[in-house]
């Protein structure tokens, strides 16, 4: 698997990953597929179609960042479940065809894509195209059973079907945006899965059980019941992108702290920004989940703060070269800032032991390759260690021979210093990068 | 709550009483199933207001219970919207007294009594809904959830205001009027119809579905402020990790900001503003650290180099803050808080109205709070003197309104002066000799030939 990403990237020109690709096409002639078919067999019921369509339109316009880089566009994709999940508009059966929903929901993808596209920002292609093949799957097994005369007369038969299909159209896009990231990231797909899951669930519930509120609703209310419908899940989207705005100020704010010590010139300029970088990639590469990964991030950034308590600054910054007595000291001290805050209490523990070698010469050895004693220092400590280390050797040089070279020199230190796991994976991330420079 | 003044008293026990004689007015021509639908509706009131969500200052907390209130309206009118209204006495949530709980209960009956009779008023049909009753119940239900949010507003900012003495809860009230708040609170309404129109397809199971939504945002809007607070903290132990390095300017971000936010308040800016201002004085010395310490302890004249070196210090500080998004007008207070009104400062030399509002605000708090504070040179100075010398500078070296707008604020409000420091012998060495803040000792710069 990762041998054929290898071969992918040795292209000069940008190439899009496989899956995304293939999401597209699919997505595409699906499409092509539909409209088509409509155009032959003619729109039905005309004013919910319009409906349907600005509000999906709408909802695009309005789609949200979640933490993360996730594009979601909530109020889109309720619109589109619920004019998938139809049964009656008012007195009126619902009467359009799957081909229909696809048609429409594509349509208001496009327009509402529009506006992002005036100001410059790119519409996320994957992104819709995986929305709307989860559309159409539902669409394609409902719109045939909404016209049965059991599924409209028992609520309760329609509303354990309507049930089950938004549960399986909202797993099938996590499955999907999981894969695409697994594309995107290099992550694992067990970890994407599960990461994916966790942000995407309180969203995605509050989006299915919408779409069936919308759809039963405009049984007694007709099409009234999407702007009446709009406003709460609007309040619901503000929310959401408030905290996601906070997440990403935060993160923000955190990487330019991390700069005073460069400014200071305590360390080397971009040395903080480096090392987390390549912390984060290590950590996804050993399978670290989101919310660990993010504390390693922050603890990778603030990694050196502590040096901000000395009197002078190292000469060129590098902790690689200083005693194990000074590194010691500017880690507690360190921790000791960041614990200040009290709520980044085990970023302030990774920091606190970033020094410590994998294996204490004088503890007993525990065994297996990347043991993790009862007293080792933590995952996120270790792949710290090995990145600071290799960036204090590296620094900014691009050279893929230097970078080589220093993972080498890391590998011989393995014995005690530096976790072998962490520098394999470091190793694979830095081939990684080589080849992309190629 | 104890500590309640008797006029606030006088008013949660009349907000009790009509609640009392409204409901019990009309309690018994309910039929088994209106019972019924007030219990569901009651249940899911309950809920929502026990898992409400605390707001940041004072008491005040943010629930969705909204929603089942003016649900019951449509449902089952006026009194049968008071007794859900009423279900906020098996709120589950710890924390308010006896009283306050008294209080909340007659004022979400009241609340939803007033929004029933309105709805009513409005020829708005109460009962099952069907689809004829759409779209013209959307008028009188619209004007009906705007009333239950002002009546809601007008009854708690008037307990607020009897009881502020007591609690000082200035700043809740003012939280309150948030737009954001009673926006929220409409959109919350609006999910009260989508559950009384979905009572005739699915019956009581319709708040089952309404819940979900309404949990998700209630988990938002949590996981916001949690984030908020976690933010604020981070922030404040990385300036201070900035500080630590001189013992004598430690607390001085803090107290810059606190004086910002003061005048700000004092001249009227709006929230967002201020908090910004609060985030600008935290920030507003991070840039000495691009400063070399040496330069920085130096006593005695300084050279051409070493004055320009600590005149970049705002603009380092720009450098490092730029990339954070939300800092906007901040930005410009940071890298110009050193400017004049007559134009002598730095790093630009801008005057008078060029110079951005919030830099000439964080100058003011920037300079009192280095003459009230020790230094290696001499002792803190009394609020009276480093007033007076504000004065003496206003207009050339500060914004005049502001200077007035600050000794207003703090002849009412006081000012906490920090502790004077005291010196373990190792860090002797590392004290600023010639604070760049201070306006009464400014630096000296040797003269060039």
Known sequence: ?438 | MGRLPWAARLYVAVVVAVAAVLLARGTFTFSADSWRDIAVLGLLFAIAESTATRLSPGNLSWSANTAATLAAVVLVGPVGAGLVGACTAFSLRRGPSLAQRAFNTGMMAVTAYAAGRVFVALHGHVGALNVNSFPGIIGPFAVAALAHVVVNHALLGGVLWLARNAEGTARATYAMLNVRLLSSDLGYGAFGLLIAALWTVVGPFAPLLALIPLFVARWAVAQFAEQQRAYEATVGALCQAVETKDFYTRGHSDRVSRGSVMIAREIGMRGARVEAIRYAGMLHDVGKLGVPTKVLQKTGKLTEEEYAAIQLHPMRGLDIVREIGFLDEALAGIMHHHERIDGRGYPMGLAGDEIPEFARVLAVADAFDSMTSTRSYRGARPTDEAIAELRKWSGTQFDPAFVDAFVAAIKRDGWQHPQPPVLAAEELATVTAQDHDDPSAPLRVIDSL
């Not at chain 1, 949200?64 to 589109?80: C, H, V």
Request: proline fraction near 5%; charge should be neutral; include cysteine.
């Open chain 1, 1 to 438: 698997m990762t041998e054929r990403r290898h071969e992918l990237r040795r292209y000069p020109w940008p190439v899009r990953d496989s899956g995304q690709l293939l999401l597209m096409m699919a997505a595409l002639v699906w499409v092509v597929a539909s409209v088509a078919q409509t155009a032959a067999a003619g729109l039905q019921g005309v004013s919910s179609a319009i409906a349907f369509g600005l509000l999906i339109a709408f909802g695009e316009v309005l789609r949200l960042n979640l933490p993360g880089d996730r594009e979601s566009a909530p109020i889109g994709f309720a619109g589109a479940l619920a004019y998938a999940l139809l049964i009656q508009v008012g007195a009126n059966l619902a009467q359009h065809s799957a081909a229909q929903v696809v048609t429409v929901t594509t349509i208001g993808m496009i327009v509402g894509a529009l506006p992002h596209l005036a100001v410059g920002r790119p519409a996320r292609v994957s992104g819709m195209a995986s929305r709307l093949l989860c559309v159409a799957c539902v669409a394609y097994i409902f719109r045939p059973l909404a016209g049965d005369a059991a599924v409209v007369r028992d609520w309760g038969l329609a509303f354990s079907l309507m049930t089950s299909l938004a549960i399986v159209a909202l797993l099938l896009e996590v499955v999907l945006t999981a894969l695409l990231r697994v594309d995107e990231q290099r992550a694992r797909f067990r970890v994407a899965l599960v990461d994916e899951l966790r942000v995407q669930l309180p969203l995605g519930a509050a989006v299915g059980a919408s779409a069936l509120l919308i759809a039963f609703a405009a049984e007694v209310m007709g099409l009234a019941a999407l702007v009446v419908f709009t406003a709460p899940l609007l309040v619901t989207q503000v929310a959401f992108r408030r905290y996601a705005g906070i997440r990403a100020t935060y993160l923000q704010t955190v990487r330019a702290l991390a700069k005073v010590t460069e400014i200071g010139g305590y360390v080397e300029p971009g040395h903080s920004e480096r090392v987390s970088r390549l912390a984060v990639a290590i950590g996804r590469e050993l399978g670290i989940h989101e919310p660990q990964l993010l504390e390693l991030e922050y603890a990778a950034l603030m990694h050196d703060i502590g040096q901000l308590s000395l009197h002078d600054p190292i000469t060129g910054g590098a902790t690689i070269f200083v005693s194990p007595q000074d590194a010691k000291r500017i880690a507690e001290l360190g921790a000791e800032v960041i614990q200040q805050a009290q709520v980044l209490g085990s970023v302030a523990e990774i920091v606190r032991r970033q020094n410590e070698p994998y294996r204490d010469a004088d503890a007993p050895a525990q065994g297996r390759l990347g043991g993790e004693g009862p007293a080792g220092p933590p995952l996120s400590s270790r792949i710290i260690k090995t990145a600071n280390a290799f960036d204090d050797l590296v620094g900014s040089s691009l050279e893929p021979g230097r970078a080589a070279a220093a993972v080498q020199q890391l590998r011989l230190d393995t014995a005690r210093e530096y976790d072998p796991g962490t520098v394999e994976a470091l190793s694979r991330v830095v081939n990684r990068r080589s080849v992309m420079q190629l």
